[in-house]
């Protein structure tokens, strides 16, 4: 296969002997590198290469100024907008930043095009005059302002134009303008030169004009990079622009163009692969390598649609991918110490004495922090265990003595909102990680790139007095950070070639694999990030949509022009702004198929592999006994008991293995800790009545103290969270209310002519459960919330705060309620009344809940029944009963404590 650069140079050589003395001007300094490869690989003997530069540097070298780096014409640019008196309200620094790069833009846009700046911001303020039309008379202060804004625009573009010159630097349009304005000059110095233009497609006014001019020495060429199938379709958008150049350049009226050649349609294996999701398309990409020859390899090229792919595709190339170059380099911001100084900017944007504990967390649990602080999980387990939603700096230097106090310091304490501080707390954190162990050479190479950019914000700092803030840095350092890159090393000329699109001009491949030729991708989406409306564009000839889908088409084909194997690969899955809509050029390419041309299309569908979920099992070893014995002799509890029921697994892990669950900050007041809350409230207004009847007094005064008990009861349980504001707030008074509507249930009883006396209130209790079969002591345990008497009835009653039913308390078959998780609160209202009936023999009792959530249906009792439709109910606990609960606990104890049942994880 003879490449667009091989046969460029073929072509030059024919028709001149000595190219030494020709500047060569490529479309970027890749396709420079290329070109001199090739030249030395065609060259038999030693000569000197002739000049080859990028349009780029051309364009410098025209108008003898430097393109300026974006991020100091923020600064200049800042300098030229407060230089500018016809705006009178100035924004600050950190809110310039947010749009003068559109605006920017838009400058950049009007200066390569060539466009008369005075008549264009004439333009622009008639529009934005016309979108803030005024019924009334008097237009607000706010749009006087914002139009006054825009009348300004054309003092602010020379003061910037102004001041940027004196300096012999500018913005890229700006230089573009400069040398179009330069270029009659360059030709009387340089007009016998030899000019050759390489592989251009859209060129802006400012090229056209210079590429005009030079044209017309005599002494320069151009060489398009084109097709002949694609330029003789006059409804083809591919060759757009070629046509538009032949048709209104005066040079093509008296000369022809350079033959194209007819590449595309010739014998080419087409692949359209639909795949599900980004990975599918990185393994299937590893799959296709997998099956290519050395050779083949280096024939290869895998184009990025979406270069965030680049890692995933690095992480998918097989073993038989020796040597790889990667024309693009892997962001910076993708490493994980840059996100860690993100962190640290949000903490210290709006920094306050009381820290909030997402962001200490955030940084804690930052990978990098461990290095810096390698006990930091126990920092994280205090704050976590305190319930500090808010800590101070103070605070966290109590919290763990032990804790590095210069780390802390630089982590959490205030930097003053002094863009100096922030600074050095930077320096001396990257300054102490490079200091430390087992760093490899691409985290070197990422703390030595964070370092260089935080230099150059230093640098900045020192020359221009506008970044006083915290904020000032953050922008900085985000917009540095989205510029920077980490580059691979590899062999330019040999290997799999990875690229990005832009990177593939003038460069030609024998196969080709394209990756996310998605529409929204390939093409990319209309997107109008300027202030020039389409209007406006179409009135002075700027490119709208239309022309940036035409650059797109160019690239697309021009990539398939000598390529004969090609893989095009889209993913079909609809997922957030990805609709899995495959890209228009793949459907053009299915309505203009040509005869050479197979067309295969390939859907790859993940191999899903359909097991059946195998519940997991776990042998009782000694082990597991001997904790099951401890248990049982200390007593199991009603919710150990139920938890077994749930999960077998569940009660290994939570009572066998003692597994709790982590403990994390409750910003919200948890449903248990609201339940804990209400249950020891109730115990410390309760208590003090054991053995006394209720009256109306008692209860009364009651409720005169329920708000002081209350916030007693959040601050024992809740710590150092704060309920006085939010949602919280609600939750305490909640909380309030249950107990009074709880006290007014009980007033209402009395009223109601009814006796209550107060026995016991949260008694731990215990019984014995005599297990012939099993040889050692076993007991159950647990805290009774309630014993009273009702009317002279014993009642053992739990408190729940959730919502319980009636029906939840009713049973008709005994064999089946230690199978159900349903009947759990049967289980421990009877394990209750059992404990009781230890302590003293009872004839009849009756067992339940109050449920705070359910309070209008009053005290909900157990009771049994004969069949599921039976209305009649026996609320009764006798003996019997007691009997057949103990049957069926005694089972289901014997069922835990058998070393020949394992634990066998339940579905849920």
Same mark, same amino acid.
């Given at each position: 296969?003879?490449?667009?650069?091989?046969?460029?140079?073929?072509?030059?050589?024919?028709?001149?002997?000595?190219?030494?003395?020709?500047?060569?001007?490529?479309?970027?300094?890749?396709?420079?590198?290329?070109?001199?490869?090739?030249?030395?690989?065609?060259?038999?003997?030693?000569?000197?290469?002739?000049?080859?530069?990028?349009?780029?540097?051309?364009?410098?070298?025209?108008?003898?100024?430097?393109?300026?780096?974006?991020?100091?014409?923020?600064?200049?640019?800042?300098?030229?907008?407060?230089?500018?008196?016809?705006?009178?309200?100035?924004?600050?620094?950190?809110?310039?930043?947010?749009?003068?790069?559109?605006?920017?833009?838009?400058?950049?846009?009007?200066?390569?095009?060539?466009?008369?700046?005075?008549?264009?911001?004439?333009?622009?303020?008639?529009?934005?005059?016309?979108?803030?039309?005024?019924?009334?008379?008097?237009?607000?202060?706010?749009?006087?302002?914002?139009?006054?804004?825009?009348?300004?625009?054309?003092?602010?573009?020379?003061?910037?134009?102004?001041?940027?010159?004196?300096?012999?630097?500018?913005?890229?349009?700006?230089?573009?303008?400069?040398?179009?304005?330069?270029?009659?000059?360059?030709?009387?110095?340089?007009?016998?030169?030899?000019?050759?233009?390489?592989?251009?497609?859209?060129?802006?006014?400012?090229?056209?004009?210079?590429?005009?001019?030079?044209?017309?020495?005599?002494?320069?060429?151009?060489?398009?990079?084109?097709?002949?199938?694609?330029?003789?379709?006059?409804?083809?958008?591919?060759?757009?622009?070629?046509?538009?150049?032949?048709?209104?350049?005066?040079?093509?009226?008296?000369?022809?163009?350079?033959?194209?050649?007819?590449?595309?349609?010739?014998?080419?294996?087409?692949?359209?692969?639909?795949?599900?999701?980004?990975?599918?398309?990185?393994?299937?990409?590893?799959?296709?390598?997998?099956?290519?020859?050395?050779?083949?390899? @280096?024939?290869?090229?895998?184009?990025?649609?979406?270069?965030?792919?680049?890692?995933?595709?690095?992480?998918?190339?097989?073993? @038989?991918?020796?040597?790889?170059?990667?024309?693009?380099?892997?962001?910076?911001?993708?490493?994980?110490?840059?996100?860690?100084?993100?962190?640290?900017?949000?903490?210290?944007?709006?920094?306050?004495?009381?820290?909030?504990?997402?962001?200490?967390?955030?940084?804690? &649990?930052?990978?990098?922090?461990?290095?810096?602080?390698?006990?930091?999980?126990?920092?994280?387990?205090?704050?976590?265990?305190?319930? $500090?939603?808010?800590?101070?700096?103070?605070?966290?230097?109590?919290?763990?003595?032990?804790?590095?106090?210069?780390?802390?310091?630089?982590?959490?304490?205030?930097?003053?909102?002094?863009?100096?501080?922030?600074? @050095?707390?930077?320096?001396?954190?990257?300054?102490?990680?490079?200091?430390? $162990?087992?760093?490899?050479?691409?985290?070197?190479?990422?703390?030595?790139?964070?370092?260089?950019?935080?230099?150059?914000?230093? $640098?900045?700092?020192?020359?221009?007095?506008?970044?006083?803030?915290?904020?000032?840095?953050?922008?900085?350092?985000?917009?540095?950070?989205?510029?920077?890159?980490?580059?691979?090393?590899?062999?330019?000329?040999?290997?799999?070639?990875?690229?990005?699109?832009?990177?593939?001009?003038?460069?030609?491949?024998?196969?080709?694999?394209?990756?996310?030729?998605?529409?929204?991708?390939?093409?990319?989406?209309?997107?109008?990030?300027?202030?020039?409306?389409?209007?406006?564009?179409?009135?002075?000839?700027?490119?709208?949509?239309?022309?940036?889908?035409?650059?797109?088409?160019?690239?697309?084909?021009?990539?398939?022009?000598?390529?004969?194997?090609?893989?095009?690969?889209?993913? &079909?899955?609809?997922?957030?702004?990805?609709?899995?809509?495959?890209?228009?050029?793949?459907?053009?390419?299915?309505?203009?198929?040509?005869?050479?041309?197979?067309?295969?299309?390939?859907?790859?569908?993940?191999?899903?592999?359909?097991?059946?979920?195998?519940?997991?099992?776990?042998?009782?070893?000694?082990?597991?006994?001997?904790?099951?014995?401890?248990?049982?002799?200390?007593?199991? $509890?009603?919710?150990?008991?139920?938890?077994?029921?749930?999960?077998?697994?569940?009660?290994?892990?939570?009572?066998?293995?003692?597994?709790?669950?982590?403990?994390?900050?409750?910003?919200?007041?948890?449903?248990?800790?609201?339940?804990?809350?209400?249950?020891?409230?109730?115990?410390?207004?309760?208590?003090?009545?054991?053995?006394?009847?209720?009256?109306?007094?008692?209860?009364?005064?009651?409720?005169?103290?329920?708000?002081?008990?209350?916030?007693?009861?959040?601050?024992?349980?809740?710590?150092?969270?704060?309920?006085?504001?939010?949602?919280?707030?609600?939750?305490?008074?909640?909380?309030?209310?249950?107990?009074?509507?709880?006290?007014?249930?009980?007033?209402?009883?009395?009223? &109601?002519?009814?006796?209550?006396?107060?026995?016991?209130?949260?008694?731990?209790?215990?019984?014995?459960?005599?297990?012939?079969?099993?040889?050692?002591?076993?007991?159950?345990?647990?805290?009774?919330?309630?014993?009273?008497?009702?009317?002279?009835?014993?009642?053992?009653?739990?408190?729940?705060?959730?919502?319980?039913?009636?029906?939840?308390?009713?049973?008709?078959?005994?064999?089946?309620?230690?199978?159900?998780?349903?009947?759990?609160?049967?289980?421990?209202?009877?394990?209750?009344?059992?404990?009781?009936?230890?302590?003293?023999?009872?004839?009849?009792?009756?067992?339940?809940?109050?449920?705070?959530?359910?309070?209008?249906?009053?005290?909900?009792?157990?009771?049994?029944?004969?069949?599921?439709?039976?209305?009649?109910?026996?609320?009764?606990?006798?003996?019997?009963?007691?009997?057949?609960?103990?049957?069926?606990?005694?089972?289901?104890?014997?069922?835990?404590?058998?070393?020949?049942?394992?634990?066998?994880?339940?579905?849920?």
């Amino acid at each position: 296969m003879l490449t667009f650069l091989e046969e460029t140079i073929n072509h030059i050589r024919n028709n001149h002997k000595d190219i030494s003395t020709a500047t060569i001007i490529l479309p970027s300094k890749r396709a420079g590198g290329f070109l001199k490869n090739y030249l030395r690989k065609s060259t038999a003997t030693t000569q000197f290469a002739p000049k080859i530069i990028s349009i780029e540097e051309f364009i410098e070298e025209l108008s003898d100024l430097k393109i300026i780096d974006p991020t100091e014409l923020l600064f200049k640019s800042y300098t030229a907008y407060l230089n500018t008196n016809t705006i009178e309200e100035k924004d600050s620094f950190d809110v310039y930043v947010t749009w003068i790069s559109t605006l920017i833009g838009d400058f950049n846009e009007m200066d390569r095009y060539l466009i008369p700046p005075a008549s264009f911001f004439s333009y622009l303020k008639g529009i934005q005059d016309i979108n803030h039309w005024y019924v009334k008379d008097e237009k607000t202060e706010l749009i006087e302002n914002y139009l006054k804004f825009w009348a300004s625009l054309p003092q602010f573009y020379d003061h910037l134009k102004n001041l940027l010159l004196k300096d012999n630097i500018g913005y890229q349009g700006l230089v573009y303008r400069e040398a179009a304005e330069s270029i009659e000059h360059y030709i009387s110095v340089n007009g016998q030169r030899r000019h050759i233009f390489i592989g251009f497609n859209a060129l802006n006014n400012a090229e056209q004009t210079i590429v005009q001019e030079l044209l017309e020495t005599g002494h320069t060429s151009v060489y398009w990079d084109a097709d002949a199938h694609f330029y003789n379709d006059n409804s083809h958008s591919a060759s757009y622009f070629l046509r538009k150049y032949t048709q209104e350049w005066k040079y093509y009226e008296n000369h022809q163009m350079n033959e194209l050649s007819n590449n595309f349609q010739k014998k080419k294996n087409i692949q359209f692969v639909e795949i599900q999701k980004n990975i599918g398309q990185v393994k299937y990409v590893g799959e296709i390598l997998s099956n290519l020859s050395d050779d083949e390899i @280096n024939k290869t090229a895998i184009i990025l649609g979406d270069e965030k792919l680049i890692l995933p595709i690095i992480h998918s190339l097989p073993p @038989n991918v020796s040597n790889v170059n990667l024309t693009m380099g892997v962001s910076l911001k993708t490493f994980p110490v840059v996100r860690l100084f993100e962190l640290l900017f949000t903490l210290q944007e709006k920094y306050s004495d009381q820290l909030y504990y997402k962001q200490v967390l955030a940084i804690l &649990n930052h990978p990098v922090v461990s290095r810096l602080l390698p006990n930091s999980k126990q920092l994280i387990h205090i704050i976590s265990t305190q319930n $500090s939603s808010y800590i101070s700096f103070e605070e966290m230097l109590k919290l763990d003595p032990e804790s590095d106090l210069e780390v802390l310091n630089l982590l959490f304490a205030s930097w003053k909102n002094t863009s100096a501080n922030a600074l @050095n707390s930077c320096f001396k954190i990257i300054s102490i990680l490079k200091n430390g $162990s087992n760093l490899n050479q691409i985290e070197k190479v990422v703390l030595f790139e964070l370092h260089t950019n935080f230099k150059k914000i230093k $640098s900045l700092l020192s020359s221009y007095n506008y970044i006083q803030t915290i904020t000032s840095i953050r922008n900085l350092y985000a917009e540095l950070i989205s510029k920077s890159s980490i580059d691979f090393k590899g062999d330019a000329y040999n290997g799999l070639q990875i690229m990005g699109v832009l990177e593939t001009r003038l460069l030609d491949f024998k196969n080709l694999i394209i990756v996310s030729v998605n529409e929204g991708i390939f093409p990319s989406g209309k997107s109008n990030n300027s202030y020039i409306t389409y209007d406006l564009k179409k009135q002075f000839g700027l490119p709208s949509f239309a022309e940036k889908d035409a650059i797109y088409t160019y690239h697309f084909y021009r990539l398939l022009h000598r390529s004969e194997r090609i893989f095009l690969l889209y993913n &079909n899955f609809s997922e957030g702004l990805n609709t899995g809509e495959k890209s228009r050029f793949l459907s053009q390419l299915e309505v203009d198929q040509l005869a050479n041309h197979t067309l295969e299309k390939v859907s790859v569908n993940p191999k899903i592999n359909i097991q059946k979920n195998t519940l997991q099992s776990i042998n009782k070893t000694e082990a597991v006994i001997t904790r099951l014995k401890e248990i049982a002799g200390k007593g199991f $509890s009603p919710s150990a008991l139920t938890s077994y029921i749930r999960n077998p697994l569940d009660f290994y892990y939570q009572k066998i293995l003692q597994i709790s669950e982590f403990k994390e900050v409750e910003e919200i007041v948890a449903a248990n800790t609201l339940g804990t809350i209400v249950h020891d409230a109730l115990e410390a207004l309760y208590k003090p009545l054991e053995g006394s009847l209720l009256d109306k007094d008692i209860l009364t005064n009651m409720k005169k103290k329920v708000e002081e008990e209350v916030t007693i009861q959040f601050q024992k349980t809740y710590k150092k969270g704060s309920f006085k504001r939010g949602k919280n707030l609600i939750i305490f008074e909640v909380a309030k209310r249950y107990i009074l509507n709880f006290i007014n249930f009980e007033l209402d009883e009395l009223n &109601n002519g009814n006796q209550i006396k107060i026995i016991k209130i949260e008694s731990n209790l215990s019984a014995d459960i005599n297990i012939p079969s099993l040889n050692f002591p076993v007991k159950i345990r647990g805290k009774i919330d309630r014993l009273d008497e009702y009317n002279g009835q014993l009642r053992i009653v739990d408190y729940k705060t959730g919502l319980v039913q009636q029906g939840e308390l009713e049973l008709v078959d005994w064999s089946i309620i230690t199978s159900d998780k349903k009947y759990s609160k049967i289980i421990q209202v009877l394990a209750y009344v059992l404990m009781i009936n230890q302590e003293r023999k009872i004839e009849t009792v009756e067992g339940g809940i109050i449920s705070f959530k359910n309070l209008k249906n009053g005290f909900l009792k157990f009771a049994t029944k004969e069949s599921a439709r039976s209305r009649t109910k026996d609320f009764n606990i006798t003996q019997e009963t007691l009997s057949l609960f103990t049957e069926e606990l005694s089972n289901l104890i014997i069922e835990i404590c058998d070393a020949e049942i394992p634990f066998t994880e339940k579905e849920l």
